[in-house]
């Protein structure tokens, strides 16, 4: 089936992303921390 090791990562990681899928996933989760960590923010001021 392998023949190698390398071979087998390979595989299982497939291509690469491109530095456009880097730079969205990045931006994706960089967006979503902000408003969960802004949410967490508001709702603590709004209880004190």
């Not at 960089?30 to 209880?47: E, P, S, W």
Request: charged share 15%.
């Amino acid at each position: 089936m392998f023949e190698s090791l390398d071979q087998q990562i390979e595989e299982a990681e497939g291509t690469p992303p491109t530095i456009t899928q880097r730079i969205l996933r990045y931006a994706g989760v960089f967006a979503v921390t902000v408003v969960v960590l802004g949410a967490l923010y508001m709702g603590i001021r709004l209880m004190g």
